[in-house]
């Protein structure tokens, strides 16, 4: 297939050898490989990415048997053991397509090389009609469960061979664009024209189980200009809907995409469906999908949204809630869909051209997804919590690592979302320190931005036209020959249009409709535009401050928004954050840790929604950060007694993207400011001071048991709880080692249960041992072992000194179960 050269700016934010297409977004972005950010906080961690990051994850992919997948299945050497999910070999393509985004900034040979020998790795997977899936083409003995039969069979399920393409073909647009081989793009290719041979009316009638090779069919037509591909991603969209029998809300089937009109299911499916939604539409004209997009953005918005920008309430399918369904300790907000809700949010901004899809995404950008990875750049997070007890660590790795190798490549790509253009009209869309070198239609130009955002609001803005390069051909006197001289010359004026985004967070609207407001807006400073040192004269359209007028070297353009700190109060009905607030500085939102505050404790604390908050920069802290330092109280709970004990203290909060980097603590967005909000330290009892072992390995459920917490009722996700899924018909148990000998006659057990949809059910028995000596003896019970769901599960028994106290389940027959707190008297 030809692949026409024209060097555009694109929709996948990276430098393009792409094809001439009729239609596309009317605004588009400027790609990150013109801007060079050079501040002191994103210029590190794309930094941390690249030299850390990056080869980290391709070391942890051939550790892990990712690239083995591939020699399996081309039988380059023996064995047809596989990895544990069909979609691993996605993690291969998004570091493939992260280290090809590196390559477009900065040549590394030695790296190229890897990526080429990994592209034959690949490539000798493939079968001869294009098909590449390793899972399959291994013809393993013993096939994994979710492909099914044959080709495309579980598709709409569970099998990801066209979630695995999708990824295949942004590998191979960006490395194409980065380095000018096809090794790649001609792998996606071959796949992609099988896919078209494959699919549509009257053929392969199935919709993707995962949604992302929209979004991948998209970028190939853009790349080769090949209409096919544009048609199949749209094919690919309106084939989805009811009649399947795996249709429902999940995957976003109950109903067709042009029909749906709120946010449901797995969350990141639907970001990356709304994304290709935009695409296609932006590709094609189509309005109906444009519609729909808006309608579900808008639910988004106004009740679905984490103030860190995270989507998605539950673990139960990964998926978002019922509106204002936003817990905080049990909040997934998985790192994939923080990234996938800045894709879909920059999409809807080069649709529409409204400041309002980039607040969303600023806030999702600093918040919710650049939590996701650890400072050093080595530990990740799958979901992202707003809540914690201590149970929440980075990983050095998962199982499934979708999380990680997608931060891998959306992070070198992020000066590609600072600027966009249309036509004469230029979009400031982020502030951070940077050059860029942009051609407009009225000239090319240099735009610098010099400022210490985040922390910092002044942002100054530098615009000259660019010095360009001129030839002209004269005529000498004496050898009459033509000679070409070269000069530079610098263009003296270019008039266009600078859009500067004026973030609503500088208003004091924390976010666009009504879920989140700042609790004193009113005491704001307003923020300021100045050109050349004079106030600037500009018009406010969608949120942008717009300077139309004729630029020459040396203008300057002065923005400064003040960064006060805001108290973020939630619509009432979110029941999680009642009477708390959040705190909030410029596009950063803060959280209590462990580590700053006294006893290590912090959902205790209870700080006055009048207290004064200052703001103090800290160098030598989690590499440099601003917190803020306020007054507060804390309260404890003492031994036989209803009495708290109240003291006052300094509360301290950091910024929430870098919480969990001095390993496990306690962590808390919301921030109580009435008492009845705040949990207060538990008294020490027999079974908090004991140490926890059981008959699994997983000891970050441990403390659920002697946590003091509890429950609502047996579903609580809303705190820890302890369980065995996915075990079931089994025996297990767990222990109390206690710090010292005591004579003990009662025992409670509250039951986790998340029936009818999960997998766990209370017990089908359970009981009581005690140490003696090496041996565990019964307890002599007084009272039956009761098993009741929704309440403390009582037994008396004779009473018994004892170091240890060990208590023994029997699992369900066709289910799992588990433990919200174990009690001991």
Request: proline fraction near 5%; charge should be neutral; glycine fraction near 6%.
């Amino acid at each position: 297939m030809k692949i026409k050269t024209l060097i555009i700016a694109t929709t996948g934010f990276c430098t393009a050898l792409q094809a001439q297409v009729k239609k596309d977004y009317p605004i588009q972005p400027v790609a990150f490989t013109q801007v060079n950010v050079s501040d002191n906080f994103w210029a590190p961690k794309i930094r941390v990415n690249a030299e850390v990051t990056i080869p980290y994850t391709l070391e942890q992919c051939r550790k892990t048997g990712r690239i083995d997948n591939f020699r399996r299945a081309a039988h380059s050497i023996p064995g047809d053991s596989m990895t544990e999910y069909t979609f691993d070999d996605t993690d291969l393509y998004k570091v493939i397509e992260g280290a090809s985004y590196g390559l477009q900034v900065k040549k590394n040979p030695a790296l190229e090389l890897y990526l080429d020998s990994l592209i034959a790795i690949i490539g000798a997977a493939q079968e001869k009609d294009g098909y590449l899936y390793t899972f399959r083409t291994v013809n393993a003995t013993h096939p994994h469960a979710w492909i099914g039969t044959k080709r495309w069979e579980m598709e709409e399920d569970l099998s990801h061979e066209l979630y695995n393409s999708g990824h295949l073909y942004e590998a191979a647009v960006a490395h194409y664009q980065a380095t000018g081989k096809r090794n790649l793009l001609d792998i996606a290719i071959k796949n992609a024209d099988l896919l078209v041979k494959t699919f549509g009316y009257g053929k392969e009638e199935k919709w993707p189980g995962h949604q992302i090779v929209e979004t991948g069919l998209t970028k190939l037509y853009r790349v080769t200009g090949d209409t096919s591909y544009l048609h199949l991603a749209k094919f690919f969209l309106d084939v989805r809907g009811p009649g399947s029998p795996y249709s429902g809300e999940y995957n976003q089937s109950f109903t067709k995409v042009i029909n749906q009109h709120e946010a449901k299911g797995h969350a990141v499916r639907a970001t990356y469906m709304y994304t290709g939604m935009a695409d296609v539409a932006a590709l094609t004209g189509d309005q109906q999908y444009l519609h729909a997009i808006d309608d579900i953005w808008n639910d988004v918005v106004d009740k679905k949204l984490y103030i860190t920008g995270g989507i998605g309430a539950t673990g139960n399918g990964e998926a978002f809630g019922a509106a204002y369904e936003l817990p905080n300790m049990s909040a997934y907000a998985e790192t994939c869909a923080a990234i996938a809700n800045v894709y879909w949010n920059s999409r809807m901004f080069l649709l529409h051209g409204d400041s309002k899809y980039i607040d969303i995404l600023e806030r999702t950008l600093y918040n919710g997804l650049l939590s996701g990875v650890s400072l050093s750049g080595d530990r990740f997070f799958y979901p992202n919590p707003l809540a914690s007890m201590g149970q929440h660590q980075r990983s050095a790795w998962f199982g499934c690592a979708c999380c990680i190798s997608n931060m891998t490549r959306f992070l070198p790509s992020m000066p590609g979302y600072i600027y966009a253009q249309n036509q004469n009209n230029l979009y400031i869309n982020l502030f951070a320190g940077n050059t860029a070198s942009i051609k407009l239609p009225g000239g090319p130009i240099v735009i610098q931005q010099i400022t210490n955002y985040p922390w910092d609001g002044k942002v100054d803005i530098l615009v000259a036209p660019a010095k360009v390069e001129t030839t002209t051909t004269s005529q000498t006197n004496t050898a009459n020959k033509a000679q070409t001289v070269t000069t530079t010359a610098t263009s003296q004026a270019v008039r266009f249009a600078l859009h500067i985004r004026i973030p609503e967070w500088a208003k004091g609207v924390p976010v666009p409709g009504g879920l989140y407001r700042d609790a004193d807006s009113a005491r704001l400073a307003k923020y300021t535009v100045l050109l050349n040192g004079k106030p600037a004269s500009y018009k406010m359209e969608k949120g942008y401050a717009v300077i139309d007028r004729t630029w020459v070297s040396g203008d300057k353009v002065s923005v400064n928004f003040p960064m006060s700190v805001q108290k973020i109060v939630a619509n009432d009905q979110v029941a999680a954050d009642k009477n708390r607030f959040a705190l909030e500085r410029g596009p950063i939102m803060y959280c209590l840790e462990g580590p700053d505050n006294k006893d290590a404790t912090v959902q205790n604390i209870v700080v006055n929604k009048n207290a004064a908050v200052a703001a103090v920069y800290k160098p030598d802290l989690l590499n440099g950060v601003t917190v803020l330092q306020m007054e507060g109280s804390s309260s404890s709970r003492q031994l036989n007694s209803d009495a708290l004990i109240t003291s006052q203290q300094k509360v301290t909060a950091i910024p929430y993207y870098a919480w969990a980097n001095r390993g496990p603590s306690e962590m808390t967005v919301w921030i109580p400011y009435e008492a009845s909000a705040a949990r207060p330290k538990p008294a020490p009892t027999i079974a908090s001071k004991a140490t926890v072992s059981a008959s699994i390995k997983n000891k970050r459920m441990f403390m659920a048991l002697n946590d003091q917490y509890d429950p609502v009722d047996a579903h609580d996700n809303s705190a820890l709880y302890f369980h065995w899924w996915p075990m079931k018909d089994t025996l297990e148990w767990v222990q109390y080692d206690f710090d010292k000998a005591y004579t003990i006659s009662s025992s409670k057990v509250y039951w986790y249960d998340d029936g009818p949809f999960g997998g766990c059910r209370i017990p089908a028995s359970w009981k009581l041992y005690y140490k003696k000596g090496d041996e565990w003896l019964p307890v002599v019970n007084k009272t039956p072992y009761e098993i009741a769901k929704d309440k403390y599960n009582s037994v008396s028994f004779e009473p018994v000194t004892t170091t240890a106290l060990r208590l023994e389940v029997q699992l369900p027959k066709d289910n799992s179960s588990g433990i919200h707190e174990w009690s001991v008297q």
